[in-house]
């Protein structure tokens, strides 16, 4: 693959957008960024997906090979809460990049989530979805499962070339915390500022840190094959509680702020990704264990937040 590939990351100043964009442009790669705010990045762009106008001056100005379709309203509840940012953002502005895609042939590469999975509780390979029925529970999982579908379309109608990845419990520095953001910047910022949070007892998922997704992530420019779709999990299930007490112990402090619930309502108890594929095809591996995961989170969190 040329140095010179021209690569877009939208959503690139996010958790995720940043490391990609760290990670491909030590490889070489001429990365451009684009997001909501404005911002003295080299090589960035202004755009709201959800705007047309906006996504096609962005894309035909630039002439990308590959775009990494980052950008989204995330979150159960933030969905729920803002379901009229969600829907603009999320259907809407994958749209928008298709219809551009559909005249300009770059490859994208678009960022899925493991909640299309819904409510299904047994072992989640790529084509669970092609044998079971499955319901989606909330607008967020919904809304990521109908931008599949579209990408799929677009592939059937023009021809476009597209991989689609599923998300897991990505986690790492540079997650800052607000109230709809993740389970675990959440426990994070609530032990270093001693505020109550819950954990649920009956929950298991595995842990993905952001720097060893990346590499994966990156590596779908070397290796690109249209109309597939990878999991990225791990393979090891940790229980909430596990990865609670971690935090504690990296925080120093105890449990007297944290409540323990049996079950977390509309939430799926056990995720179990099947990640095979995208070991084989991508070299996707994890490298730090999730006890030095957890330290280097809680080491930036409590200098992010001068603690």
């Known amino acids: ?35 909501l705010i404005h911002s003295e990045r080299r090589n960035y762009v202004r755009c709201d997906v959800s705007k047309y106008r906006q996504v096609e001056h962005m894309l035909e100005k630039y002439n990308f090979d590959y775009v990494y379709h980052a950008a989204a309203e995330y979150g159960r509840w933030n969905g729920e809460d803002y379901y009229e940012n969600l829907w603009p953002t999320n259907a809407v502005g994958t749209k928008n990049i298709l219809r551009v895609q559909e005249k300009k042939r770059f490859r994208m590469i ?32 919904i809304s990521k499962w109908v931008n599949e579908m579209q990408i799929l379309n677009s592939a059937a109608m023009f021809g476009t070339e597209t991989v689609r990845m599923r998300l897991f419990n990505v986690y790492g520095p540079g997650d800052t915390y607000t109230p709809y953001r993740g389970w675990i910047p959440k426990f994070i910022y609530s032990a270093i500022e001693n505020e109550p949070y819950t954990v649920y007892l009956g929950h298991k998922r595995t842990l993905e840190y952001v720097e060893d997704l990346c590499r994966a992530f990156a590596n779908i420019v070397d290796n690109f094959k249209s109309g597939e779709v990878y999991n990225f999990g791990g393979g090891e299930q940790y229980t909430i509680k596990y ?18 619930e049996d079950d977390e309502p509309f939430t799926t108890r ?38």
């Open 110 to 141: 678009f960022f899925g989530s493991a909640e299309v999975y819904g409510d299904y509780d047994g072992l989640m390979s790529e084509d669970v979805m092609e044998k079971i029925p499955i319901k989606q529970m909330n607008d967020y999982a």
């Open 1 to 35: 693959m040329s140095k010179k590939t021209k690569i877009l990351v939208t959503g690139g100043l996010g958790f995720i957008g940043t490391n990609l964009i760290r990670e491909l442009e030590s490889r070489g790669h001429k990365v451009w960024a684009c997001d």
């Open 270 to 307: 056990i995720k179990t990704p099947d990640a095979s594929k995208a070991e084989r095809d991508l070299g996707f591996k994890l490298t730090i264990p999730v006890d030095e995961g957890i330290k280097r989170t809680v080491e930036w969190f409590k200098s992010y937040y001068k603690k």
């Open 243 to 260: 990865v609670s007490d971690l935090i504690l112990k990296h925080v120093g402090t105890d449990d007297s702020m944290v409540t323990y």
